[in-house]
C-alpha cells in the first residue's frame, strides 16, 4: 500500500485529476446506481474550496497590503487593463462569430424562479451593495467583491502597524494557504465526484439537439484562449506565449472546468502564480479580482446567446448595434457571480438592448442550462486559467524593461 501511495504521489496532480475522471466517467456509464455514493466526494470538494477560499482571500490581500512597503512597483494598473482588454475582445469575438455563423433556437421553458438585473444600472447597483457588505456576510456568502473591499481597507490601515502584528497576519495567512493545499491534494477524488454527477443527472443527450449552439460558444472560447490571449501575451513580453498559455490551460483550466465556479479555483490559481515565482503582492489581489471582473468566457456567452435570440426573432442588427453589444457584454460579464451559471442570468440585460422581451430571454436562459454541462464548464476554464495567464504577463512585462531575461519554457 506504501508503495502505491508513492507512486501516486510521484504522478502529479494533473495526471492524478485524469485519472479521477477516466474512473468516473466508467462508473456513470457502467454501475451509476451502485456507485451513487461517489458523488458526495465532489460536493465535498467543492464545498472545500468554497469555504477556505474566502478566508484565503481576506488575508492574503490583507497581508500583502500590510507589508507593502512605499515606493515598490505593483503591476495592478496592467493587469487590470489587460482584463478589460481581454474580456471586451472576447465578446467582439463572439458578436463577429455569431454573424459568420448565425444559429437559431428553439426557445424552450427552464428558467423560472430565476430573477435577472432589470439594466446596466442594476449590475452597477448590486457591484457597489456588494463592496459595502458585512464582513462576516461576505465571507459567509462568497460575496469577493465585498471580502475585497474589506481585506484592502483593513491592509491599508494595519500598515503602521507593529511588526510583530504584521507577522501574526503573514503567519495566518501562511497558515490559511496550507489549509488549501491539503484540500487541494483530493481534487482528484473530487473530480471523479463531480463527473460522476454530471454524467448521471444531465446525460450527454440533451447536448445534442444544440450541437450547433455549442459549436459557435466553444469555438468562441477556444479561439480566445488559443488565438486573442496569446497575441495580447506576445504583445507585452515580445516572446512566444504558447509554454505559458499551455501551463495555465492545464494547471489551472482543468480544475476550473470541473468545479465550474472560478471563486472556487482562486486557491488553484494562487498555488500556480507562485510556482511562476510571481510577486505575492501583485497575484495575492489580482487572482481574487479577475475572478469578479476578468470574464472573457462570461462576456462570450452573453453575446453569442443573445445574438441567437435575436437571430431566431428575425430582429436585424446593424454594425454599431453589435459593437454597443461587444461593451454591454463586456460591462454585463464583469457583473457575473463567480458560481456556476453566473453569466446566464446576465443574458436579459444584453437582450434588453433589441427590445426582446423578459420572458423570451429568460427561455434563452434556459438554454443555457440546458447546454450549461459544457458551457459553464468551458467558460469557467476560460476566465480562471486567463486570471494567472494575464497576472504573469503584466509582472513578465515588467522584468523585460527591467532588462531581466525571461524563460518562459523554463518557467512555464
Not at 457588505?133 to 462568497?142: E, K, L, M, S
Not at 501575451?233 to 515580445?238: G, R, T
Request: glycine letters at 8%; proline letters at 4%.
Amino acid at each position: 500500500m506504501k508503495n502505491i501511495l508513492k507512486k501516486w504521489s510521484q504522478l502529479g496532480l494533473v495526471k492524478q485529476i485524469i485519472i479521477g475522471l477516466i474512473i468516473g466517467i466508467i462508473l456513470a456509464v457502467s454501475i451509476p446506481q451502485a456507485a451513487q455514493p461517489v458523488a458526495i466526494f465532489g460536493s465535498l470538494f467543492v464545498g472545500a474550496l468554497k469555504a477556505i477560499a474566502p478566508v484565503l482571500v481576506l488575508f492574503l490581500v490583507m497581508s500583502a497590503i500590510a507589508q507593502h512597503k512605499k515606493g515598490h512597483q505593483t503591476n495592478m494598473k496592467s493587469i487590470i487593463f489587460l482584463y478589460l482588454l481581454g474580456t471586451f475582445l472576447a465578446a467582439l469575438i463572439a458578436v463577429i462569430a455569431s454573424f459568420i455563423f448565425p444559429v437559431g433556437l428553439t426557445l424552450t421553458k427552464g428558467a423560472e424562479g430565476f430573477t435577472a438585473p432589470g439594466g446596466v444600472a442594476e449590475v452597477l447597483k448590486t457591484l457597489l451593495l456588494n463592496v459595502v457588505d458585512n464582513p462576516v456576510n461576505a465571507i459567509a456568502n462568497g460575496n469577493y467583491i465585498g471580502i475585497l473591499a474589506w481585506a484592502i481597507l483593513l491592509g491599508l490601515a494595519l500598515r503602521n502597524a507593529p511588526d510583530t502584528t504584521k507577522t501574526l497576519i503573514s503567519n495566518f495567512s501562511e497558515a490559511v494557504s496550507k489549509m488549501v493545499t491539503w484540500v487541494i491534494k483530493f481534487a482528484p477524488l473530487g473530480i471523479m465526484g463531480l463527473v460522476f454527477e454530471s454524467i448521471t443527472t444531465n446525460g450527454l443527450e440533451s447536448l445534442l439537439s444544440y450541437g450547433r449552439l455549442l459549436a459557435v460558444l466553444l469555438g468562441c472560447m477556444f479561439f480566445v484562449a488559443l488565438v486573442v490571449n496569446p497575441i495580447i501575451v506576445f504583445a507585452a513580453i515580445k516572446q512566444n506565449p504558447y509554454p505559458l498559455v499551455f501551463k495555465c490551460l492545464k494547471e489551472s483550466g482543468i480544475t476550473a472546468f470541473f468545479t465550474r465556479s472560478s471563486a472556487s479555483n482562486i486557491p488553484v490559481n494562487m498555488r500556480l502564480c507562485e510556482n511562476l515565482g510571481l510577486n505575492k503582492d501583485n497575484y495575492s489581489v489580482s487572482i481574487p479580482l479577475g475572478a469578479t471582473i476578468n470574464m472573457a468566457g462570461a462576456a462570450v456567452t452573453i453575446s453569442v446567446l443573445t445574438l441567437a435570440a435575436v437571430h431566431t426573432l428575425g430582429i436585424q442588427v446593424d454594425i454599431p448595434t453589435a459593437i454597443l453589444l461587444s461593451v454591454l457584454s463586456a460591462i454585463s460579464a464583469c457583473g457575473a457571480s463567480g458560481v456556476a451559471g453566473g453569466s446566464l442570468l446576465l443574458i436579459p440585460l444584453a437582450c434588453s438592448l433589441f427590445g426582446i422581451p423578459a420572458d423570451v430571454a429568460m427561455q434563452v436562459v434556459g438554454v443555457g442550462f440546458i447546454i450549461g454541462v459544457l458551457q459553464d464548464s468551458c467558460e469557467t476554464a476560460l476566465n480562471s486559467s486567463t486570471d494567472v495567464l494575464f497576472t504573469a504577463t503584466a509582472e513578465y512585462k515588467e522584468w523585460r524593461k527591467e532588462g531581466k531575461k525571461i524563460d518562459i519554457q523554463k518557467t512555464a
